[in-house]
């Protein structure tokens, strides 16, 4: 079954065309890598389908209703962007972690958020931390594990092992494995020549166009 479906479209900003005329489908429970020159449009498509920009043309359907349609608030608990650069807030590691139960107005889960914290190989003591105190792998690791307190229909990674040491790396891609294991759709953007190796289902972007 379809769970994210563009159908020809196009973005431009000013002069510049991004993406020419793109379609494509992602099954529920696929595994989608995108891969392609930089610039060639692969975080554009990510940014897209994450509802955090409008198309200049064409539609994009979610569960085969059009995005448009949906509760942007509610498309983005289903639909998780998580960006290269992690963006965390606050002080510490717990008022990012707390925070998805925060919006949800529900009573925090202590023992969700150890078990996560645990996949990362972190301890729980690590929830008072500062976050000014993080190396980039550290806060790689909690970024996500924030987005996935409440899983995602659909898990957006633009590029997140970028910069990573390989131990890092290995904790990132085994949590990305949990949550595909779960039934979570992942869609993938990667220059990494590991990950594309590995890669099962892939997408070529080439100056703004699907060219394999």
């Not at 645990?118 to 931390?129: T, Y």
């Not at 039934?183 to 060219?211: C, P």
Request: neutral net charge; contains cysteine.
């Amino acid at each position: 079954m379809t769970i994210i479906e563009f159908k020809h479209i196009s973005y431009q900003v000013k002069e510049k065309q991004i993406l020419h005329d793109v379609s494509f489908k992602v099954d529920r429970g696929d595994f989608l890598t995108l891969v392609g020159p930089s610039g060639s449009g692969k975080s554009t498509i990510l940014k897209l389908t994450a509802n955090l920009i409008s198309p200049t043309a064409g539609d994009i359907f979610y569960q085969d209703k059009k995005m448009a349609k949906y509760d942007p608030v509610q498309y983005r608990r289903e639909v998780s962007y998580c960006f290269q650069q992690p963006s965390l807030f606050g002080k510490t590691v717990r008022e990012n972690l707390i925070f998805p139960y925060e919006i949800r107005r529900q009573v925090v889960v202590e023992k969700r958020i150890d078990e996560l914290l645990k996949l990362v190989d972190l301890s729980a003591d690590f929830l008072d931390k500062d976050i000014n105190s993080l190396s980039g792998g550290e806060k790689q690791r909690v970024a996500l594990i924030r987005n996935i307190v409440f899983l995602p229909k659909v898990l957006l990674l633009d590029e997140v092992t970028t910069g990573l040491d390989d131990d890092s790396k290995e904790i990132v891609h085994q949590l990305i494995k949990r949550v595909h294991e779960q039934g979570t759709t992942i869609i993938l953007v990667t220059h990494d020549q590991s990950e594309i190796q590995t890669a099962g289902h892939i997408m070529q972007i080439k100056q703004g166009r699907i060219i394999k």
